[in-house]
């Protein structure tokens, strides 16, 4: 199941600039770099698209500078020159190429999304949190998984299972190695296929897409709650909250919204049976 993507008009590119003048950090900043860090010999940015090469030299005194695309994480929406740490409450997601300390997950830098920088991940990981905390389920279904980076997350925060739910072939296989990396494999399910290709019901259930396919899928997302069980849904454009809030208030549950985070929102609902 695809998950949450900003859709850019405009594509960032890198530049490398070898012998940056005094204040090149300050000045690139101020043209709206995207991401900036030093790199051997000198700085590497990301600039937006309406940012011509051009005006960053022109703004840095005419230094020498070199233009490559930039790669693009979390499905195209979240640009990074580098894949680094994240740290969302308990739970740390180690610097890709760097050796994990105990109780972090390290992720493979690929294209599924979930890398933990998105604010819809981060509002799940804070979200999942809560529920775990007085009381760890005894298992956990994650739909739209990508990267696996929830159902990987509360393993490693106590739920002894989870089943991990993706549409996409290549994000089940990026999420296998993830798996895998974390010695997790064994404890984690990956079937591809959205809820419906599952039967029975799980005290915690997972879904980081968008809201059409949330209200969509609203009835057999339902059915997989348990008696008592809870509902985290993200991928929600602020503006969209009270659609997908309604679709789940039909059907019995009882919500409660997070705090907005970068036009995003996070719903946990609890199961009225």
Not at 78 to 87: F, G, Y
Not at 158 to 167: M, W
């Amino acid at each position: 199941m695809r998950a949450p993507a900003i859709s850019r008009p405009d594509v960032p590119y890198r530049i490398d600039i070898p012998a940056p003048p005094d204040l090149a950090l300050d000045r690139l900043v101020e043209l709206g770099a995207l991401d900036v860090e030093p790199v051997a010999g000198g700085l590497a940015a990301l600039m937006p698209d309406g940012v011509s090469p051009d005006t960053v030299a022109g703004a840095l005194g005419g230094a020498p500078l070199t233009c490559a695309p930039a790669t693009a994480r979390d499905d195209g929406s979240v640009w990074l020159l580098a894949p680094r740490a994240v740290r969302v409450g308990r739970v740390v997601i180690a610097s890709s190429g760097k050796a994990a300390a105990p109780g972090e997950l390290r992720l493979l830098d690929a294209a599924a999304f979930g890398t933990g920088h998105h604010p819809t991940t981060r509002l799940c990981l804070e979200a999942l949190q809560d529920i775990l905390s007085p009381e760890t389920p005894g298992h956990v279904l994650d739909v739209g998984t990508g990267s696996g980076i929830l159902a990987l997350a509360a393993l490693s925060l106590g739920a002894p299972r989870a089943v991990g739910l993706d549409i996409d072939a290549e994000a089940l296989e990026t999420a296998r190695e993830n798996a895998r990396l974390n010695g997790l494999a064994h404890r984690l399910l990956l079937l591809r296929g959205g809820p419906d290709a599952v039967s029975g019901t799980w005290p915690l259930v997972l879904a980081n897409v968008l809201a059409a396919p949330l209200i969509e899928m609203a009835p057999v997302l339902a059915r997989r709650v348990a008696k008592g069980g809870s509902l985290i849904l993200s991928g929600i454009s602020v503006g969209v909250e009270a659609d997908v809030r309604r679709a789940y208030q039909r059907l019995g549950m009882h919500l409660r919204a997070s705090e907005p985070r970068g036009g995003w929102v996070a719903l946990v609902a609890r199961a009225s049976w």
